[in-house]
């Protein structure tokens, strides 16, 4: 099992920025893909930004000009730096990690933060 924590949500202002930050351990080995999902009241789970060992990345065109997605593979972790926040940024933002080991697919998710976007 792999194991992620959060941390970093909470209330800002519009226009303000926060980070978030997520930590896997426990049996990490075949980690591939690390990322961001975000599910806000009442709307379906969907994907903020995701990121590949090798360091590609995938990023919602809602957020691109304004999130950054970053990994550390040595601490396997990966952050979320949020710029420019707008209400509607406003959601429960889940860290999500993927791991490929003997052909087998399994994925996995932190508890999530909550990110409040208000002035």
Do not use: H
Request: aromatic share 8%.
């Amino acid at each position: 099992q792999v194991q992620l924590v959060e941390s970093g949500g909470g209330l800002v202002r519009p226009g303000g920025s926060l980070r978030l930050s997520c930590a896997a351990s426990g049996s990490i080995f075949g980690i591939s893909s690390m990322g961001w999902y975000r599910q806000a009241p009442g709307k379906r789970r969907e994907l903020v930004a995701g990121i590949t060992t090798g360091g590609s990345t995938n990023v919602a065109d809602s957020v691109k000009a304004r999130f950054t997605i970053s990994r550390d593979n040595a601490k396997n972790s990966v952050d979320l730096q949020m710029n420019s926040l707008k209400p509607e940024d406003t959601a429960v933002y889940y860290c999500a990690a993927t791991r490929m080991l003997y052909g087998v697919r399994s994925d996995y998710w932190g508890q999530g933060t909550q990110v409040t976007v208000s002035s």
